[in-house]
């Protein structure tokens, strides 16, 4: 359906400043549009009105002159896990289902019909906690797929997905929405810059500055996208670039005799991996091969069978690496503590410089990284990015040794990403470890001092080159 909306205007309760003032826009019933901006800039929260769950299933105050929207609008939301309300595969398909007074008959084929063509392989029995990002995210798009709707919102599908598999889902995407109108929220664009009719450009005010055709966009205001950190499909020519790292060859990590198991199946088996201090690590892999689990096992947070040194030491509980290792999660949510953004960050510094240096380097930090001015809110009240960053801040403040970040680039404008980059740069050149579990092809093959490829149940390393 055709998507209308006259002079929006919509304030935060919690803010001072409007996210929306008098914005415009018309979407056509067929159109499929490409919507950019920095982080922070209303993009989300522009497509729940779209779609209706503001204000039907979020209380947010806002007025509009003209509003028509699709209310039965599916949608594939930022953070997967927020969609979800069943406890296993099959029953939250079959839930969508049912709400459709689908035959039971029926349900079978459609559920495994939508699996397959979001490429999704796992039993249907599965508890949906136990999917990897990737897998949960697949899910999702089948859920939207299933609803059937003339309308789908799309808020970043492919960020937690491996890089084998993006121009396969936009494919299948592709092949079902030639009647549908699409609105797409993305930062990894260039599979679909070519596929959609308009792209538009918002600034962190939250205003459309821009709307024209993916060509025209690229061919005459490139500088502009840059300007406002938008990624598009020229971005990594412009990324940083750094001297080459020069790790030592102080063993820091031994891992020996590890297997990781998924419902008795084995996933990964490690006879030995040591990782140096200094190193930037990438631990890469297709979907569901166990990189956030290998994560998790190192943190000693999941149970496995494995031999574990840090610092010489064995490594026995979690505790016996408090301080020294600090992991941040895919889901930030899962690592916050305090009720205020400032604290956050705060909190950690304190246990490392004196209270005034502490509250400087507070300041500086949510400064560099754009949170300055939502430093007074709950972590839980700020946008998907915004709380990437805080989580990326609260381990980049303190002094760990070793840090490991999981798709720590996830939800953030170029801009944010390169800044992130540089940070974590600066940590290695301090002598502070880096591990990533990333997807990203533009961070793998400039900055890594070393990669490892999980696949086939094992690890194949890769030497990097340690700079751009």
């Not at 030639?178 to 810059?193: G, P, Q, S």
């Not at 892999?285 to 610092?311: P, R, Y």
């Not at 895919?330 to 304190?350: A, G, S």
């Not at 579990?437 to 093959?445: A, E, L, V, Y």
Request: hydrophobic share 40%; charged share 25%; glycine share 8%.
């Amino acid at each position: 359906m055709a998507i209308e909306i006259k002079n929006l205007r919509l304030k935060f309760p919690e803010t001072k400043e409007r996210q929306f003032s008098n914005l415009n826009i018309n979407i056509k019933t067929g159109e499929k549009v490409l919507m950019l901006g920095p982080s922070g800039s209303g993009k989300s929260t522009l497509l729940n009105i779209l779609g209706g769950n503001i204000p039907r299933s979020m209380d947010i105050p806002f007025k509009a002159d003209v509003l028509n929207v699709d209310t039965g609008a599916a949608y594939v939301f930022q953070d997967p896990d927020s969609q979800f309300t069943m406890p296993t595969v099959v029953e939250e398909l079959a839930f969508i289902l049912e709400n459709k007074n689908v035959q039971r008959r029926d349900m079978d084929r459609m559920i495994q019909n939508a699996l397959f063509k979001v490429g999704l392989k796992t039993d249907l029995k599965m508890p949906i906690n136990n999917l990897s990002g990737g897998m949960k995210q697949r899910l999702a798009i089948a859920s939207a797929l299933l609803q059937g709707s003339g309308t789908l919102l799309l808020d970043e599908p492919t960020s937690m997905l491996d890089e084998a598999s993006v121009g396969g889902l936009w494919q299948t995407l592709e092949n079902i929405w030639e009647d549908k109108t699409v609105v797409i929220v993305e930062h990894r664009v260039n599979e679909i810059w070519d596929k959609v009719d308009r792209v538009i450009l918002m600034n962190a005010e939250g205003e459309l500055i821009m709307d024209d055709s993916p060509g025209t966009i690229m061919e005459n205001h490139i500088e502009l996208l840059n300007e406002y950190g938008v990624w598009h499909p020229y971005s990594w020519d412009y990324a940083p670039v750094f001297k080459k790292i020069e790790s030592g060859d102080e063993t820091l990590i031994e891992i020996n005799d590890m297997t990781l198991t998924r419902r008795k199946e084995t996933l990964l088996n490690i006879d030995n991996l040591k990782i140096k201090k200094g190193e930037w690590l990438t631990i890469e892999g297709k979907n569901g091969t166990g990189k956030t689990s290998l994560m998790l096992a190192l943190m000693k947070l999941i149970k496995t069978d494995s031999i574990i040194h840090v610092n010489g030491k064995k490594v026995r509980k979690t505790k016996d690496i408090s301080g020294t290792v600090y992991p941040v999660f895919q889901n930030p949510e899962l690592q916050f503590i305090t009720n205020k953004v400032y604290d956050e960050v705060f909190i950690n510094l304190e246990m490392h410089y004196p209270h005034e240096e502490a509250h400087e380097k507070c300041g500086a930090l949510l400064r560099r990284i754009g949170l300055d001015h939502v430093s007074h809110l709950h972590p839980l009240e700020i946008s998907t990015g915004q709380k990437r960053r805080l989580s990326v801040a609260t381990a980049t403040g303190g002094v760990p040794e070793v840090i490991i970040f999981d798709e720590p680039t996830f939800g953030l404008d170029q801009k944010l990403s390169y800044e992130l980059l540089k940070m974590f740069y600066e940590r290695v050149q301090d002598g502070v470890t880096v591990i990533m579990i990333t997807h990203d092809r533009g961070i793998t093959k400039r900055y890594p001092t070393r990669r490892l490829i999980l696949e086939n149940k094992g690890i194949t390393e890769i030497r990097g080159d340690g700079h751009a």
